[in-house]
């Protein structure tokens, strides 16, 4: 019964790095990686406890954010002719599932493996009407130790008897100089988009995808966050076009981050379409492990998605699904130190 699935913190580990994830959200509360002299630090933002999450004390910490990622325009969408309404709990706009989206669900734990590999496999299913949303998803996560620094994320969704919108997308919040270490505009980033879909005044794309040449949005090769951010309002929020990566196992290359301090590096390989670039602009003295307090700019995200609002603009890649097809979206995240 799903009734009785307590939301609980998990391990993997294997020997080198560690992460912690709990079966609510399936939500990645810690990560730990060396640095240059094998120091092992947490470069994720969370609390200690599973409560602040589950009182919404938190931001998007560390969660899978669904059914659908980012906002979507006034809540409001048509499909096969029906209009659906969503909650607005984003004002005027729907964000990232509606009030309780996936990230405030208690997933059920479908497999574990330890070993040199270890694995964790959660699974949801979302029921027809569930925030708006048409029809049943079954949906699954498995996070992967796949080497001794890299960490796998293959997400899966099957609509089982109406066509529905999906996008899921990965909310960790990154500090590679260590969760506690202040704020990441020192962390240089790559990023394999060379155009991004500019938004209005509600942080809703407008329908173009412009080029990010000459502009601060252009991280086409490495820079510094903090070079440009003063001149794009609060910080980065934006959506790229991940269009110019190279491939490796069906996987594009969507962006490199790296921290000075540590050397520590974080390559991102994926198989969406876009990533949405945010630097925790909202982030606002937030209380967090072993005492830190997060503020404005202390970690960065790279939600690797479908287009924010694609179910409205019909140039954006679809991310409509239908009965019985299978939505697949997989993350590598690779560390290393340089």
């Known amino acids: 019964m799903a009734s009785e699935r307590k939301p609980e ?46 009182k919404g004390d938190v931001p998007y910490f560390g969660c899978i954010v669904g059914r659908v990622a980012n906002r979507i325009k006034d809540g409001k969408f048509t499909l096969n002719g029906i209009e659906y309404q969503l909650p607005i709990n984003k004002p005027p706009n729907s964000l990232h599932g509606g009030h309780k989206g996936f990230s405030k669900k208690v997933w059920e734990v479908a497999e574990r493996k330890e070993g040199k590999t270890p694995s964790i496999t959660f699974k949801y299913h979302s029921h027809d009407g569930e925030e708006g949303y048409p029809g049943d998803v079954s949906v699954t996560a498995t996070y992967t130790l796949t080497s001794s620094t890299t960490m796998r994320l293959d997400m899966e969704a099957v609509p089982e008897n109406k066509p529905t919108p999906i996008n899921l997308a990965q909310h960790t919040y990154w500090n590679l100089a260590g969760h506690s270490s202040g704020n990441i505009l020192d962390h240089s980033i790559q990023i394999w988009g060379s155009h991004i879909t500019p938004v209005d005044q509600n942080t809703v794309p407008t329908g173009e995808i412009t080029p990010v040449k000459a502009t601060p949005f252009d991280f086409t090769t490495e820079k510094k966050i903090g070079t440009s951010i003063h001149e794009v309002g609060l910080g980065y929020d934006h959506n790229y076009a991940l269009d110019c990566g190279e491939e490796k196992e069906g996987l594009k290359h969507a962006a490199k981050v790296k921290d000075p301090s540590s050397s520590r590096v974080l390559n991102l390989w994926t198989t969406a379409p876009g990533m949405q670039f945010y630097t925790a602009n ?25 287009y924010p609002n694609a179910i409205n603009q019909p140039n954006f890649p679809s991310i409509v699904v239908q009965p019985g097809e299978k939505y697949q979206h997989t993350m590598l995240f690779e560390f290393s130190v340089e």
């Open 9 to 54: 913190i998990f391990e993997l580990n294997n020997g080198t790095m560690q992460v912690k994830i709990t079966n609510y959200g399936a939500t990645i509360t810690s990560l730990s990686v060396p640095d240059k002299d094998g120091n092992l630090a947490d470069v994720v933002l969370g609390c200690d406890s599973l409560e602040p999450y589950l």
């Open 282 to 306: 909202y982030v606002n003295g937030v209380a967090g492990k072993d005492g830190a307090v997060y503020g404005k700019h202390s970690g960065l995200c790279l939600e690797t998605q479908g």
